[in-house]
């Protein structure tokens, strides 16, 4: 049997800051001996890249949009993903499925009854270990966002009402999900966020490496 290996996602209203998260995650799990696959979407893959230009530049039907999410995801999973955590490989995922619920569903309204269709069609029960969503108010993330200088993306553009949406739905599937998915405030300064980021992740090891005790005696 191959050792089992940690999958983790990491979510958040744009301005969040969870790239800056990223790195912590990925020297946590070197730290504890791991190969670590760093990636994203939309994008991941060559074509997953081209596609996550079309997602965040072009004005398209919101159900394109969904549609072009779990395409990109659906290749994603078939060349990086899953071939890594078959080579005893661990992942750190820069957004997944939850963002399409967050976003397209609660942000824009797609029914979230077929974005479970969509999710059951490309991955069914295959999700990361553990999800931190870096959590901000809205009004916060989008003074954050506004000092960036970077041009703004078409998700990036969208008014206050629309995140307070994205966060709602992300709040409620953390709720719903309190298994896999962990709130990280973003509120807090830089330095305390990271130990809140270290908490949580010394938590989630324990638990991954106790419910997977067989695969590591191996
Ligand atoms: P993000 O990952 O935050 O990249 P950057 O830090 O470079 O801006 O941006 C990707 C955007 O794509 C973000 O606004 C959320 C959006 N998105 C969706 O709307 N649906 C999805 O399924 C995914 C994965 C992302």
């Known amino acids: 049997m191959s050792k089992k290996t940690p ?13 800056s998260h990223a790195e912590t995650i990925v020297n946590f799990l070197k730290d504890e001996g791991y190969d670590v696959v760093s990636t994203r979407e939309p994008g991941g893959t060559e074509l997953g890249e081209r596609l ?33 955590l078959s080579e005893g490989r661990a992942v750190v995922c820069d ?4 963002s399409t619920y967050a976003y397209q569903g609660g942000g824009k309204g797609y029914p979230l009854s077929s974005l ?47 995140f307070e949406d994205v966060r709602a739905e992300y709040l409620s599937r953390a709720q719903n999900d309190p298994g896999r998915i962990r709130i990280v405030s973003s509120e807090p300064p830089l330095p305390e966020v ?21 695969s590591f005696k191996i």
């Open 194 to 214: 990271k130990e809140n980021v270290l908490v949580e992740l010394r938590a989630f090891m324990a638990r991954f490496k106790n419910d997977n005790k067989s």
């Open 116 to 162: 479970l269709a969509l999710e059951t069609m490309v991955h069914g029960g295959e999700n990361p270990d553990l999800t931190l969503i870096f959590d901000l108010p809205p009004v916060e993330s989008l003074r954050r966002l506004g000092g960036t200088g970077k041009d703004p993306d078409k998700f990036e553009r969208q008014d206050r009402k629309f």
């Open 7 to 19: 999958w983790i996602s990491i979510e958040g209203v744009d301005g969040a800051g969870k790239s």
């Open 52 to 84: 996550r230009e079309e997602i965040l530049r072009t004005d398209m039907a919101l159900s394109t949009e969904v549609l072009l999410s779990f395409a990109s995801r659906a290749e994603h999973l078939d060349k990086v993903i899953r071939p890594a």
């Open 95 to 98: 957004r997944f499925t939850d």
